[in-house]
């Protein structure tokens, strides 16, 4: 169990129990301390946005369930369910299921997760299938889809575009028009069927999708005579499905890199000292492993022998190499630049650091950022109004003005192709997915869109210190002994109880007696007093190490001792105390050093108009001295971590408030706090696991390049929303104005789905 002197440290692996369970883009949250998973679930009674569908792909059918008393979680993948088009569809049919608990979306990873009752997934499984998909249940739905079974077969659709302009040519030169129709229905036959069928599963469904309103314009331009028209629509239409998948696979792979940033094969070191080359999925944690110069580093261990450099931007997105020795932790996915060394797995392939990366950039795929929650609910209404409207458009004016009939149920036909708001729909998860993906290459994990969007939003940032503004590594610079005590012997008991604990502080004590060579005593009744320090029996007297606040606790502090401990403290030091039941024997001064990237970090927080305070459970002085040091605006000590809650909720009635820290004591404030950013330690299983935000190698500076990413998602978004209900709405006036046509509507959907889908794959170039 990890132990403290003070509370100015976070061991984050506890961080998990104490997570909010509401981190949405309110400015509060309701409770500090909740359990609850990072993504949540989507309800049945979510969004029915409608957009475009995808090739149909079929793979083998293996499960992943995820058992409870009386529901079963299942990962279903569904390779036809590209956007929300298919996700209303599937939503509409399981949500009148009795059987069905809930379901999450992931369109990004074309999976859906179902909460079931026990024993019903094949009424689930068939219930899916009747709606025309191919579902396939995945051990681990994390791998790259195989997609070389999906083999396109493009005859039916140059069929359809040679018919297609054989129908425009012959209705052109003025031959019979029944030629012109035989052409049209060849091109319609050719690559519509498809269309037709699922239009038809859409509209047995209650469902207005893409797929059905296609389906409906084309058929009522056959209807009219319009052949030439109908073939190219349905021809054109084809086409634009065909691209836009391609499109958004482009998004859909954007976190694929990471994926591929595992080598194949380790040198693995056998039973009878001989090295042989295996797969790292199947190395054993404790295997011995080595790399070679130039090589890709397979799993996360600790090295044995050795010596070089290495690579780590894949993972940290650090500049420079970092130099690695015997002991030092290296990463799987990183590069060795030079020298070749061993060293021992530490963690298996599927729980490193670079796989709990991707895992958790691919989970953060599942929930809906704000902006997209609002665009799918404007989505659920703007498709049946712009239906009603076409129908009216249709009905009205032959009816009450005397309209050509013919002519006024073409324009409604056109209408039904502006209806559908798949560049809409589309344009937010393809501008999160890029931005999480970006964030991701530069060595900030976001843990969703939601927080991605928030960013922008930040007013205060408080900040932890020893970790995060400085490197967390103190030394000793200062023993003295304040008791008729030997010096030896009271090094002894220090180092007995300090070696107990992982705190930086003691560390430091530690390390400071340990060049003594002094044998440690065996400490009974071992105990750790939060924010304060650690107390246990030493040959049956009960000693304390801790911090100034301990020792007022204890009433031990006299007049003396606090003008020296002042002194230090305004030093910028930190002094802990040994003490017995009576009195305090010696005292020990450690300080730490600030990182660089702290000091242009808060510079840089600042010109982004975000304010800072640093809470730490250091004495007033000593916090005082760092913040002047690195330039944070305000400073607070000798601070519990109910004391650091407390802040947080003072800071967040003045608008969006981030928490910074590294350990279990910034828990409750990390949970308060609108963004919790969590320094990730390399190796510590907490950071990544627990944050909103993890950066990857605790540099400050990655805050303002968080919040400028932030800035440009949003703005981004805002583009796209702009492109997409602009096209559509100059298209809806030129068609009521009769200069509009039919195909004219699908280039200007297809044209505005390309035109959001690149715009947001901007960011990837960020």
Not at 112 to 123: E, G
Not at 163 to 169: D, G, M, P, Q, Y
Not at 642 to 650: P, Y
Not at 678 to 700: F, P, W, Y
């Amino acid at each position: 169990m990890t132990n403290h002197l003070d509370h100015d440290h976070i061991e984050g692996g506890e961080l998990e129990q104490n997570r909010s369970s509401n981190h949405e883009i309110e400015n509060t949250k309701d409770s500090a301390i909740e359990s609850s998973d990072l993504i949540p679930s989507v309800l049945l009674d979510g969004s029915d946005g409608q957009c475009c569908s995808s090739t149909p792909i079929a793979l083998s059918d293996l499960a992943e369930t995820e058992m409870t008393t009386d529901t079963t979680s299942t990962s279903i993948r569904i390779l036809q369910m590209d956007c929300p088009t298919e996700e209303a569809l599937i939503r509409k049919r399981l949500a009148g299921m009795v059987q069905v608990k809930s379901l999450t979306f992931n369109l990004m990873r074309r999976e859906l997760t179902v909460v079931h009752a026990s024993n019903t997934l094949a009424q689930v499984l068939e219930a899916l299938r009747s709606l025309g998909f191919r579902p396939e249940l995945s051990v681990d739905s994390a791998k790259p889809v195989d997609r070389k079974e999906a083999k396109t077969s493009w005859w039916p659709l140059a069929l359809a575009g040679v018919a297609a302009v054989l129908s425009e040519t012959v209705s052109w030169i003025g031959l019979p028009s029944a030629l012109s129709a035989i052409f049209a229905i060849v091109a319609v036959a050719a690559c519509g069927l498809t269309t037709y069928k699922k239009g038809w599963v859409a509209i047995r469904n209650g469902n207005l999708n893409i797929n059905a309103l296609m389906s409906i314009a084309v058929t009522g331009a056959l209807a009219l005579g319009q052949w030439p028209e109908a073939a190219m629509v349905m021809v054109l239409f084809t086409i634009a499905e065909l691209i836009e998948a391609k499109s958004l696979d482009r998004a859909r792979n954007a976190i694929k890199g990471l994926m591929e940033l595992a080598p194949e094969t380790a040198s693995v070191q056998q039973a009878d000292g001989s090295w042989q080359e295996e797969n790292p999925g199947t190395v054993a944690v404790g295997s011995v492993v080595r790399v070679k110069p130039g090589e890709r580093i397979g799993l996360d261990g600790e090295i044995l022998n050795g010596h070089s450099s290495v690579n780590q931007a894949p993972i940290t997105g650090e500049s420079l190499p970092v130099d690695k020795a015997e002991g030092d932790p290296v990463y799987a996915g990183t590069i060795n630049e030079s020298g070749s060394f061993e060293y021992r797995v530490t963690a298996a392939s599927s729980n490193t650091t670079l796989a709990r990366i991707i895992h958790a950039v691919e989970e953060a795929q599942g929930a809906k950022a704000p902006t997209q929650r609002f665009v799918d609910q404007f989505a659920r209404v703007y498709t049946p109004i712009v239906f009603a409207v076409a129908i009216m458009v249709a009905v009205l004016p032959p009816l009450l003005m005397n309209g050509d009939l013919f002519d006024w149920i073409y324009k409604a036909l056109v209408l039904l192709v502006i209806a559908c708001p798949c560049a809409l729909v589309i344009s937010t998860p393809v501008t999160i997915v890029s931005g999480l993906a970006s964030a991701a290459r530069q060595g900030i994990l976001i843990k969703g869109g939601v927080y991605l969007e928030e960013g922008r939003k930040l007013v205060w940032l408080a900040l932890d210190k020893t970790g995060t503004i400085t490197h967390g590594k103190p030394v000793q610079t200062d023993f003295k002994v304040l008791a008729d005590m030997d010096a030896i012997h009271c090094r002894q008991l220090a180092v007995s109880l300090a070696g107990r604990s992982d705190h930086p502080v003691s560390r430091a004590v530690a390390n400071a007696v340990n060049q003594y060579e002094i044998e440690r005593k065996d400490v009974a009744s071992f105990e750790a007093l939060l924010g304060r320090g650690v107390r246990g029996l030493i040959d049956g007297q009960l000693y304390s190490l801790g911090n100034h606040r301990l020792v007022h606790d204890l009433g031990l502090c006299s007049p003396e001792l606090e003008a020296r401990l002042s002194e230090l403290e305004l030093q910028g030091k930190t002094v802990v105390m040994l003490v017995d039941e009576k009195q305090v024997l010696c005292l020990f001064a450690v300080a730490d050093t600030v990182k660089n990237s702290s000091r242009m970090a808060i510079a840089e927080l600042h010109r982004l108009g975000i304010k800072t305070v640093m809470l730490t459970g250091d004495n007033l002085h000593t916090a005082k001295a760092i913040a002047d040091e690195v330039g944070v605006d305000q400073a607070r000590g000798n601070q519990l971590p109910e004391d650091k809650l407390r802040a947080i909720e003072d800071f967040s009635a003045k608008g969006t408030v981030g928490m910074v820290g590294d350990g279990i004591n910034d828990a409750p404030a990390l949970a308060r706090a609108n963004i919790g950013f969590a320094m990730g330690a390399l190796g510590a299983d907490s950071a990544i696991e627990t944050a909103d935000v993890a950066l990857m190698d605790d540099d400050l500076r990655k805050i303002p390049a968080f919040v400028k990413l932030s800035q440009a998602t949003h703005s981004i978004l805002i583009q796209n929303i702009t492109l997409a209900l602009g096209i559509k709405s100059v298209f809806l006036v030129l068609t009521l104005m009769g200069v509009g046509t039919m195909w004219m509507a699908v280039f200007a959907d297809v044209g505005a789905s390309l035109l959001v889908v690149g715009n947001g794959m901007r960011l990837l170039r960020k």
